[in-house]
Each structure stands twice: as structure tokens, then as C-alpha cells.
T-cell receptor, first 120, second 113 residues
Framework: AQKITQTQPGMFVQEKEAVTLDCTYD???????LFWYKQPSSGEMIFLIY??????QNATEGRYSLNFQKARKSANLVISASQLGDSAMYFC?????????????????FGKGTKLSVKP | DGGITQSPKYLFRKEGQNVTLSCEQN?????MYWYRQDPGQGLRLIYY???????QKGDIAEGYSVSREKKESFPLTVTSAQKNPTAFYLC????????????FGQGTRLTVV
């Protein structure tokens, strides 16, 4: 079963408007972290924002915010005031709790991504 | 500047040849990872290493091999046993303890000709 699900293969948004990119996750761990990365056409992966499972407040980083709904296991990325440079692939990722070395804990598991296109 | 360097950026390989992708980091990170990216598939984990001289298979390790002789280096060899090696390969590193982000290299695009 997929651990990270991004249901929107592609999204369009008008420049200067806000957009929400969906992400749901599946884990039985109590401790985990959720990440969003941006991948422009150049291929590099750019870290955007992080939310810990014990964080009570939604994470924010500039124009990026994470709408974290723990009971629904959802971690949607909200981009405010979209810019043309925001056009890229966006990936949601999860790292499950890792108090100890060994095993598969600690690996970043990625969703399939959402391609965002910002229209002028 | 600290970061992760992957080389080469583009690589062409003939069928039946092994090829090694380089990944070097100077972030003093314990953990390093190799991911493969195909269109529409997101990133899939090939191998990861938590400490020097130790590494573990990821979800799609068949046809690949790695080594971790130094903390800074985690080369990936794509062997002739990998049936469909044409893909974009990304190397990453992170601090192992705690929920911190992984830092990525610029990637290597491998094409089998």
C-alpha cells in the first residue's frame, strides 16, 4: 500500500492566487515527520517545509504553509501569492520515527508528485 | 560551501556495461541515500547507508550495488543486471537522528544506448 498519496498529477493556478497541493499519508508510528520538496525542471530537489507529528501548530515558511490534519492523516501544502517561478513538481515525503539505528526507520518515502503550473 | 555533489550530470552507457555514479558530501552527515526517479513514479529508494561500512537495500536494489568506505562518499554502481537503467538518479544525505530534512545533489541522468 502506498504510504504517501498525492492525488493531483497536475494543477494550474493563476499568478498571485493561492493554491493547495494535497498529500495524505499512512503510518502506524506515533513519531514521524512530513516534508515538502520542490523540483524545478533542472532536477534539483529543494526542501520547502517540515512538519513534525508532535507539532501542534501548522508549519509556515514564507509563502509556504502546511495544513496538518493529524486525525485525517493529511499534510497539504499551501502556496500563497503564486509566482511564475513556482511552476515545478512538488513532492510530499514522510520519515517515520527513528529512535534507533537499524531497520528501515529514517528513510524518506516520497509520493508521486504534483506538477504545478502557474499561469500569467 | 557545504553540499552534495553528484557527477557526472549526464551519462551514457552501452548495454551490458557497468557504470558508477559518484556522490560526495561535505555536510558531515551520517546517512546517505540513492533514489531513482522515473516519469510519473516519484522517487524510489535504491540503497541507503546510516554509517560508514554499512548499507541497506531499499525498495528497488536489484541490479545496483553501493559502497560506503568513507563518510563523505557513497558511489552507486549500475550493473548490467539492471534491466531498465535509463532514469534520473538522485543522491541525498541527512543527519540520521531526528526528523531533519535530506539534502539532495543535482542528480545524474543515465541513458542506455
Amino acid at each position: 500500500a502506498q504510504k504517501i498519496t498525492q492525488t493531483q498529477p497536475g494543477m494550474f493556478v493563476q499568478e498571485k492566487e493561492a493554491v493547495t497541493l494535497d498529500c495524505t499519508y499512512d503510518t502506524s508510528d506515533q513519531s514521524y515527520g512530513l516534508f515538502w520538496y520542490k523540483q524545478p525542471s533542472s532536477g534539483e530537489m529543494i526542501f520547502l517545509i517540515y512538519q513534525g507529528s508532535y507539532d501542534e501548530q501548522n508549519a509556515t515558511e514564507g509563502r509556504y504553509s502546511l495544513n496538518f490534519q493529524k486525525a485525517r492523516k493529511s499534510a497539504n501544502l499551501v502556496i500563497s501569492a503564486s509566482q511564475l517561478g513556482d511552476s515545478a513538481m512538488y513532492f510530499c515525503a514522510m520519515r517515520e520515527g527513528r529512535e534507533n539505528y537499524g531497520g528501515s526507520q529514517g528513510n524518506l518515502i516520497f509520493g508521486k508528485g504534483t506538477k504545478l503550473s502557474v499561469k500569467p | 560551501d557545504g553540499g552534495i555533489t553528484q557527477s557526472p550530470k549526464y551519462l551514457f552507457r552501452k548495454e551490458g556495461q557497468n557504470v558508477t555514479l559518484s556522490c560526495e558530501q561535505n555536510l558531515n552527515h551520517d546517512a546517505m541515500y540513492w533514489y531513482r526517479q522515473d516519469p510519473g513514479q516519484g522517487l524510489r529508494l535504491i540503497y541507503y547507508s546510516q554509517i560508514v561500512n554499512d548499507f541497506q537495500k531499499g525498495d528497488i536494489a536489484e541490479g545496483y550495488s553501493v559502497s560506503r568506505e568513507k563518510k563523505e562518499s557513497f558511489p552507486l554502481t549500475v550493473t548490467s543486471a539492471q534491466k531498465n537503467p535509463t532514469a534520473f538518479y538522485l543522491c541525498a544525505s541527512s543527519i540520521w537522528t531526528g526528523n531533519t530534512e535530506a539534502f539532495f545533489g543535482q542528480g545524474t541522468r543515465l541513458t542506455v544506448v
